[in-house]
């Protein structure tokens, strides 16, 4: 069965280092996202992506947040200067169509700020 | 998007069914009823979408009434490994982002 895939499964910064995180959607989906959750809290929704450009993103996703599909099948998301708020788990997710389909997630990063 | 609400936390055993009940007084026409799955330190699975009346796969059954207010969760036999969160979601129309409350803690026990 296609799975969305991550890596690194944990990535420990210092504060105001960049990390870029990076995922696998499944091959034939065309939206792109991610989430992130902040240990003991709510998964909280980042940003989405479709055809080369982002759809939607939510008021966390400020300046220090890219997203990025560098070739054809991985997705990126870059933090430009990691902030101690910024430790969580990120997850990936892809889907085939829009309006509210099956949404797939990768395993997540969980990324330690410092 | 629509506001849902279930209940923090529920206990069952083995070998019970579980029925987890979601609310969405203010749910629009375009959104779906969807329930998602997440255990520690892993990323949310889905488990089953519906618009209305019952669906059923091979993991769960989710009922809607008519008026689409409210929605059930239905696990049939839950084991242990089904002790997970569970979240109620309504997402549909233009958005593709989904809105995950606090869910459903469901901790089974022997």
């Known amino acids: 069965e296609p799975e969305v895939t991550q890596t690194p499964s944990h990535q420990v910064t210092q504060m105001g280092q960049e990390v870029i995180l990076r995922c696998v959607p499944i091959s034939n989906h065309l939206y792109f996202y991610w989430y992130r959750q902040i240990l003991g809290q709510k998964v909280e929704f980042l940003v989405s992506f479709y055809n080369n450009e982002i759809s939607e993103k939510s008021e966390i996703f400020d300046d220090q947040f890219s997203v990025e599909r560098p070739d054809g099948s991985n997705f990126t998301l870059k933090i430009r200067s990691t902030k101690l708020e910024d430790s969580a788990m990120y997850f990936c997710?892809?889907?085939?169509?829009?309006?509210?389909?099956?949404?797939?997630f990768g395993p997540g990063t969980r990324l330690t700020v410092l | 998007l629509a506001k849902t609400t279930q209940p923090i936390s529920m206990d069952s055993y083995e070998g019970q069914e579980v029925n987890i009940t979601c609310s969405h007084n203010n749910i629009a026409t375009n959104d779906y009823i969807t329930w998602y799955q997440q255990f520690p330190s892993q990323g949310p699975r889905f488990i089953i979408q519906?618009?209305?009346t019952k669906v059923t796969n091979e993991v769960a059954s989710l009922f809607i009434p008519a008026d689409r207010k409210s929605s059930t969760l239905s696990l049939p036999r839950v084991s242990l490994s089904d002790t997970a969160v569970y979240y109620c979601l309504a997402p549909g129309g233009a958005t593709n982002k989904l809105i995950f409350g606090t869910g459903t803690l469901l901790a089974v026990q022997p």
């Open positions: 519906g618009y209305k």
């Open positions: 997710a892809s889907s085939e169509r829009t309006g509210g389909t099956e949404q797939f």
